[in-house]
């Protein structure tokens, strides 16, 4: 693609997000999302691939559904309440509207489908920004709505997390794997959004960390497959190390950061009685947590069934830039004892 | 152009034959259009016999064949259903990862010719003829026939002369489409046994649009004569992106991830009988080979 399309592209995925961000109104809102929505697309279609046009046009068609429901969503809203303002939505239906047309832009189930799928057909640069930075904008918008009723937040929540979990069982593409591990930590997220906002920002934050930290090595290895995983330790052997400890700090294990979000969200349902909602969430992580082991374990205790001495790759300098994947696998691994620190940041 | 006379009728004589409207309409075309002749409703290729039968006579209504079906389409749900709970694809994921290589067709018997369906040019009114059987010793299967290059006689066709090999589409339960995944492989695996001529091996994946249906992905095959097999291997990376038979400028490597069907072409316009023997057809790893593509993928005018 053309360096200068290419930047005007990403320029407008920056803007649409920040458009969406400044926003109180509901029309600039749904705007910023659509330019986020438009901007991606030829990102998605850059590779004139077969799969990655029908990952484009499922994506496309999904996300126009979405838009329009909220569109309409926002526009019954302001009709009934008399005003535009995005916090102030009393009315059950216009919300309940709103918190389902976000949730299928983000891919929440029972509105997951099309996210294994679109992200299998992309390349894993565009698949990261479909993990990370799409979510933010509709995230936001979650975020102040504020329902009267929380339970369909618990209903979205847990479903994803149980869903998330059960699809990615028996996976072995990464692409669908990475995809089933994003419902799953948007659940955790959406399941506490409506008791402690400032949780499921530290929730959405880390698991941006985590992702863009697996989807860097992955890029560095080039590998797409669960196979391909057992001969990374001829490509970059210090990577065979980083790579687990990610997987297992997004299966939520401890000493790894990614316990943190998970133990304070567990804290906060027992302290709002919510124990068994919050026994059935630390019981359906575990699903999650059987194919990050099972990527580890391909990875670090396996052996390719081949004579390696005819066949290692040819070990280059990495022309990709590695300091991004070093700060963020480092964060990943070791902000567990920081997390006193980071509570008394969060607004509570 | 006058409009067609109609009668004039006073009111109480519209209200006396309200029941009966036709008359009204004289001058209309009537309200029924002629029934079309069955064999009118669709393309009928030459060599075809006349079909009069309306469709649904055409449908055997059999309770038994439906129970066995049923039967049938149960069984391969309950297998569905408790697959993932071995490993991926329902194999354990060590079996999984640890494969090398796998066989998908050894023709060992009558019950092996079944996931496979034969065509040529006869369907379109040409000369040739293709057969499929199962080779001696049920240890192969023996694809022969003779072709021939005569284009049919239909005033439109101007080429002709092919015979095919394909294997039917694998289906799940209640005929729901399955595909080959063949991700962890990188190469096609085939012992085969010639008669000299050049075959052209086509794999069709899953496609999401209808006009890509007619896209396949093919490579050359090029047999020995001669008593001894041949074992081939050919790279996916080497097949090459065709739709309706013309080779694409804008080419990409093959994703195996939903393949559909894979078959076997003859059209070397050499008329004549032919024969081709194959043993097993399989996919295997191999990790010397790394090539992504054989072929460039740069465009051809690229905008500045």
Redesign the interface.
């Known amino acids: 693609m053309a360096p200068l399309i290419y930047s005007a592209l990403i320029i407008s995925l920056g803007l649409g997000t920040t458009m969406t961000f400044a926003s109180t109104h509901w029309y600039l809102a749904w705007m910023g999302i659509e330019i986020n929505t438009l901007a991606i697309i030829p990102l998605m279609a850059q590779n004139h691939i077969p799969r990655a046009i029908e990952a484009t046009t499922k994506y496309f068609f999904v996300q126009a559904t979405a838009s329009a429901t909220l569109l309409f969503a926002g526009i019954s809203n302001a009709f009934l309440t008399g005003q535009w303002n995005i916090t102030y939505t009393p009315y059950t239906l216009t919300s309940t509207l709103i918190t389902l047309a976000l949730a299928m832009k983000i891919g929440l189930a029972p509105l997951h489908s099309w996210m294994p799928e679109v992200m299998q057909g992309l390349n894993l640069l565009t698949g990261l920004i479909l993990s990370t930075w799409q979510k933010l904008a509709p995230l936001y918008l979650i975020y102040q709505i504020q329902p009267n009723n929380p339970n369909i937040f618990i209903a979205l929540g847990l479903m994803s997390i149980i869903v998330g979990g059960w699809g990615g069982f028996n996976q072995v593409q990464l692409r669908k794997i990475l995809a089933y591990s994003s419902i799953a930590h948007l659940g955790w997220m959406i399941l506490i959004l409506s008791f402690s906002p400032p949780l499921a920002l530290l929730t959405i934050i880390i698991y941006i960390l985590m992702t863009f930290s697996l989807f860097s090595s992955f890029m560095l290895t080039r590998t797409t497959h669960i196979n391909s995983l057992s001969t990374t330790w001829a490509k970059i052997p210090i990577l065979t190390i980083s790579t687990p400890l990610i997987l297992l700090s997004l299966g939520g294990l401890p000493p790894l950061t990614g316990f943190m979000p998970k133990w304070m969200i567990l804290q906060e349902l027992t302290k709002q009685s919510l124990c068994p909602l919050a026994t059935m969430a630390a019981l359906s992580s575990l699903f999650s947590l059987y194919f990050y082991l099972r990527l580890s374990y391909a990875m670090t205790l396996t052996m390719p069934p081949n004579n390696p001495a005819g066949t290692l790759p040819w070990r280059l300098n990495p022309q990709h830039n590695t300091l991004p994947l070093a700060l963020t696998t480092t964060s990943t691994i070791c902000l567990l004892p920081m997390t006193p620190a980071i509570m008394s940041l969060m607004p509570f | 152009m006058s409009l067609p006379n109609i009668s004039r009728v006073s009111a109480s004589g519209l209200l006396r034959s309200s029941r009966d409207l036709r008359w009204l309409l004289r001058s209309v075309a009537p309200l029924a259009a002629p029934r079309r002749a069955l064999t009118q409703m669709g393309y009928r290729r030459p060599g075809q016999p006349r079909e009069d039968r309306p469709p649904w006579w055409r449908v055997k209504f059999d309770l038994a064949k439906g129970l066995k079906g049923m039967k049938r389409h149960f069984k391969l749900l309950k297998e569905e259903f408790f697959a993932?709970f071995v490993?991926?694809?329902g194999k354990p994921?060590?079996e999984?990862?640890?494969e090398?290589n796998q066989v998908l067709w050894e023709f060992r018997g009558p019950h092996s010719l079944q996931e496979w369906t034969i065509s040529c040019d006869r369907e379109i009114g040409g000369k040739s003829e293709i057969y499929l059987k199962v080779g001696r010793n049920n240890e192969s299967c023996l694809l022969y026939g003779t072709l021939c290059s005569d284009p049919p006689k239909d005033g439109e066709t101007r080429y002709s002369g092919y015979c095919t090999m394909r294997s039917k589409q694998p289906l799940a339960s209640f005929d729901r489409k399955k595909y080959h995944d063949w991700?962890?492989f990188n190469t096609l695996h085939l012992r085969v046994r010639g008669d000299g001529r050049p075959w052209m091996i086509n794999i069709v994946?899953e496609?999401?649009?209808i006009h890509?249906k007619d896209?396949m992905y093919s490579y050359f095959l090029y047999t020995r004569g001669g008593p001894y097999w041949q074992d081939v291997k050919i790279p996916f990376s080497k097949f090459f992106l065709a739709h309706r038979g013309r080779i694409q400028d804008?080419q990409?490597p093959v994703?195996l991830?939903k393949i559909n069907s894979i078959g076997f072409t003859l059209g070397d316009k050499a008329d004549g009988p032919f024969q081709l023997e194959i043993d097993f057809i399989g996919v295997c790893?191999d990790?010397?080979h790394?090539e992504d593509f054989a072929y460039e993928k740069y465009k051809r005018n690229p905008?500045v």
Request: aromatic content about 14%; glycine content about 4%.
């Open positions: 993932p490993g991926p694809m994921i060590m999984h990862m640890l090398q991700s962890s994946p496609t999401y649009y890509q896209d804008d990409h994703w991830d790893k990790y010397a790394t905008e």
